[in-house]
């Protein structure tokens, strides 16, 4: 059975370690049949979560307009989701990060994920 898998990639660095094994498991994936989509959270301009609980009020994921509003639909249409990072003094990447903290609108929203 064919699966929707959201590869969530942190690394700034294209083809870093955490890129090329995201996108060996991309093609292991795809080889197999299943739907994959890459998200490179270092491309996007996600802010950080404000907490303002305003979350799915308009339609979107967050009130405030960025490209988490691009991810939260992917991660709800999918049945598998998978985070490639690199680790940075202790720690991820702070847009993956702020993307992240934004699973928290799946919360306020009462949205029940399939992942």
Do not use: Q
Request: aromatic fraction near 12%; charge should be positive.
């Amino acid at each position: 059975m064919s699966k929707n898998i959201v590869v969530l990639t942190g690394s700034p660095r294209k083809s870093g370690n955490s890129d090329l094994l995201a996108g060996a498991f991309i093609n292991g994936a795809k080889n197999a049949g299943h739907n994959v989509i890459k998200f490179t959270a270092a491309d996007k301009n996600i802010d950080g979560c404000k907490a303002c609980n305003k979350c799915f009020s308009k339609g979107n994921a967050c009130f405030f307009s960025d490209d988490f509003n691009e991810l939260a639909p992917l991660i709800m249409d999918s049945d598998l989701l998978v985070i490639s990072t690199p680790l940075y003094w202790f720690s991820f990447p702070s847009k993956l990060k702020a993307a992240i903290d934004k699973f928290y609108s799946f919360i306020i929203g009462n949205v029940t994920l399939r992942v």
